[in-house]
């Protein structure tokens, strides 16, 4: 069964660092194109970042471009996001996703992606 299981996430204050982690099972992520989403409160879920399957295409939303950096260990069955220079407007909850899909690129909407985690709370504050 794929699972995905984000952690990582907590309090931290503006101008701080966190790295989150996705965990995956059940799938080779040789295969798979991964995406960070993130949902804040009343607003709609959006794409932060998306890395192909080998790793060779990663882009961002351009909100967080040069701030977050996402990498991918499919050796350890593992991706990774990490956030710096945090901002209030980050504060969100944080979802990885994947999709299956073998080519050398990633779609960044939620809609191409069929499998997701539990997602991790992320809150930028004093």
């Known amino acids: 069964q794929l699972q995905l299981v984000e952690s990582g996430g907590g309090l931290v204050q503006p101008g701080g660092s966190l790295r989150l982690s996705c965990a995956t099972s059940?799938?080779?992520?040789?295969?798979?194109?991964i995406g960070w989403f993130r949902q804040a409160p009343g607003k709609e879920r959006e794409g932060v970042s998306c890395?192909?399957?080998?790793?060779?295409?990663?882009n961002y939303a351009r909100s967080v471009k040069g701030r977050f950096t996402m990498s991918r260990d499919n050796a350890k069955n593992m991706v990774y996001l990490q956030m710096n220079s945090l901002k209030p407007e980050d504060t969100a909850v944080y979802y990885c996703a994947a999709r299956p899909d073998n080519s050398t690129w990633c779609p960044g909407g939620t809609g191409a992606y069929g499998y997701w985690g539990q997602g991790t709370q992320v809150t930028v504050s004093l």
């Open positions: 059940g799938f080779s992520m040789d295969y798979y194109a």
């Open positions: 890395i192909s399957s080998r790793g060779g295409t990663i």
